[in-house]
């Protein structure tokens, strides 16, 4: 009887969800109910998504990753998130295994949705990055990665690619994997 109940997530996306993450049942309900209040449609806007994760980041400008984000989670490109896209995509960035996570990664990184990523891409996303960081903790950063432009050409040199080459997603994760800097170079973690 408790499927028959508006307000409760369907028992298809309830065990999809339990069989593609770690959550439990009981997580999934609590997730689904917080979800519902947030968010009344079952959706969120790219909009609302970027007021969201403003939030998180309140001495930042985080808009424009925030958007990168959101494309990497919106997997059927309909413009916005439904339930499923998020619960999957908080699963995969925070309890995930490492190949998931890079996995995600590359989507993100992935801006043109071609399966590959060019050195402008990076550049992109670590721009994204750089406006993340908090004015002051860019003086902790070294040297050679102390703007976004330094930051892209040393996560590129990880692939031994070209100028104009392309990574495809094993490469990437491969690089990653093969290299602690360059795990460090495709995020950013606050230091406090």
Same mark, same amino acid.
């Given at each position: ?53 403003? =939030? ?40 995930? =295994? ?95």
């Amino acid at each position: 009887m408790g499927n028959s109940k508006s307000g409760a997530v369907s028992k298809e996306i309830l065990e999809d969800l339990k069989l593609n993450t770690k959550f439990s049942e009981t997580e999934i309900a609590q997730w689904y109910e917080n979800f519902k209040k947030q968010c009344p449609t079952g959706r969120i806007t790219k909009e609302e998504f970027q007021t969201i994760y403003s =939030k998180f980041f309140p001495e930042s400008d985080a808009q424009t990753y925030a958007q990168h984000v959101f494309r990497s989670f919106d997997t059927n490109d309909d413009g916005t998130l439904d339930f499923k896209e998020y619960i999957v995509a908080l699963h995969m960035t925070s309890t995930g =295994k490492t190949n998931r996570k890079l996995e995600w990664a590359f989507s993100l990184f992935d801006v043109d949705k071609n399966g590959y990523i060019t050195k402008s891409e990076v550049k992109e996303i670590c721009v994204s990055i750089f406006k993340l960081i908090p004015k002051d903790e860019l003086a902790n950063l070294p040297e050679d990665e102390n703007t976004a432009d330094k930051r892209a050409e040393k996560l590129w040199k990880f692939f031994n690619k070209g100028e104009n080459d392309r990574v495809a997603e094993g490469e990437f994760i491969k690089g990653v994997m093969d290299n602690d800097a360059a795990l460090r170079l495709i995020q950013y973690q606050p230091s406090k």
